[in-house]
């Protein structure tokens, strides 16, 4: 059975930092192309970010280009959200997801195309 487990969310001041972490188990984590989706109260879930399976790609959406960074450790299953410069926009349940295709190096940024998914964990940025 297939898990994905984030963890690092929390309350932070507009500016501040956060990492989040998400665990996968279940699957050949190096297989897959990751990403991250958040989702706000009343909006469409959206992609965050995304990392090849070969983690020598990454995407972001624009909101959060320059402020975010994607990584892996396919040692540990862990895939990587670090988070900069918060504002109280990107308040949100943030949520890992596994792609569907193994063996594609691709990041694919529409939340449709990805098979296992996160509990979510949630991040609050005060102003």
């Known amino acids: 059975q297939v898990h994905l487990v984030e963890s690092g969310g929390g309350l932070v001041q507009a500016g501040g930092s956060l990492r989040l972490s998400c665990t996968v188990s279940g699957l050949t984590f190096s297989h897959y192309a990751m990403g991250w989706f958040r989702r706000a109260p009343g909006k469409e879930r959206e992609f965050v970010a995304g990392?090849?399976?070969?983690?020598?790609?990454?995407d972001f959406q624009r909101a959060v280009n320059g402020r975010f960074t994607i990584s892996r450790d396919d040692a540990k299953n862990t895939v990587y959200l670090g988070m900069t410069d918060l504002k109280p926009e990107d308040t949100a349940g943030y949520y890992c997801?596994?792609?569907?295709?193994?063996?594609?190096?691709?990041?694919?940024?529409?939340?449709?195309?990805?098979?296992?998914w996160g509990q979510g964990t949630q991040v609050t940025v005060h102003s």
């Open positions: 990392i090849s399976r070969s983690g020598d790609t990454v």
């Open positions: 997801a596994a792609d569907a295709q193994e063996l594609m190096n691709l990041i694919n940024s529409e939340w449709t195309s990805y098979e296992y």
